[in-house]
């Protein structure tokens, strides 16, 4: 496992599962921890400094999210990117997402104009940088902006959880060429619908972008599964 710095004592139980749980997600995410790696808790709670207890409620937060398999009498395991979950996670993904940029394009306000933006500013620094690791919570955070706005934490909850099995292809998609650059253009044509109160307009900008997303994924999911049966046969 990759080395992570232990939490600081004053740290309630709370704010240490929250961190455990952010910094394990962020290394499935990148793939520091690899589909089908062991996530052994006393290992896991020595690496942090904390004792079993965050560690245990930050994997079950990431097996809710569908990110690691729990085995009774096994142990807890990473994973794999499942391409039927993925499927349905972005037909689920795309009837939220776009009807939530609808219905925000109706009562979006200039200080919600100015956030978009200002994420768009800072996407754009990130590609410069060749921070893709940035650039993908900038993503999220874009995403998460429009469904703070509806103020429906039921919806933004259930696209957090679709989001979750998403993660590690979005990511490693985000460094195919151009790719970065076609995300940033896709979020700014979303911007764009979104100031000019057009709702139908937004939301077919919005459902562009996640058909674009999927199908890359798609994409990739079926050619890595595709290299795996022919090293299998070798």
Request: aromatic letters at 4%; a negative charge; hydrophobic letters at 45%.
């Given at each position: 496992m990759t080395r992570s710095l232990p939490l600081p004592e004053s740290s309630n139980e709370h704010s240490k599962s929250e961190r455990v749980y952010r910094d394990l997600r962020r290394r499935i995410r990148q793939m520091d921890l690899q589909p089908g790696s062991r996530l052994r808790k006393n290992e896991i709670?020595?690496?942090?400094?904390?004792?079993?207890?965050?560690?245990?409620?930050?994997?079950?937060?990431?097996?809710?999210?569908?990110?690691?398999?729990?085995?009774?009498?096994?142990?807890?395991?990473?994973?794999?990117?499942?391409?039927?979950?993925?499927?349905?996670?972005?037909?689920?993904?795309?009837?939220?997402e776009v009807e939530a940029v609808r219905r925000v394009t109706q009562q979006a306000d200039a200080k919600f104009m100015e956030q978009l933006d200002e994420n768009l500013k800072s996407q754009a620094a990130a590609i410069r940088d060749n921070n893709m690791e940035l650039l993908d919570d900038l993503d999220e955070a874009f995403h998460a902006t429009i469904f703070l706005a509806l103020k429906s934490p039921r919806a933004k909850r259930l696209i957090d959880v679709t989001r979750a099995v998403l993660d590690r292809p979005r990511f490693h998609s985000l460094h195919r060429v151009g790719r970065?650059?076609?995300?940033?253009?896709?979020?700014?044509?979303?911007?764009?619908?979104?100031?000019?109160?057009?709702?139908?307009?937004?939301?077919?900008?919005?459902?562009?972008?996640?058909?674009?997303?999927?199908?890359?994924?798609?994409?990739?999911?079926?050619q890595t599964e595709k290299e795996t049966r022919l090293k299998s046969v070798k």
């Open positions: 709670a020595v690496e942090y400094g904390v004792s079993r207890a965050p560690v245990s409620e930050a994997i079950a937060r990431l097996a809710e999210e569908g990110l690691v398999d729990v085995f009774p009498q096994s142990g807890s395991f990473v994973a794999p990117i499942r391409p039927d979950q993925i499927r349905e996670c972005f037909l689920i993904r795309t009837g939220l970065a650059d076609d995300t940033l253009t896709e979020h700014s044509r979303i911007v764009d619908a979104i100031r000019t109160g057009d709702v139908e307009l937004a939301g077919a900008a919005m459902r562009l972008h996640i058909t674009t997303v999927a199908h890359i994924i798609e994409n990739d999911v079926a």
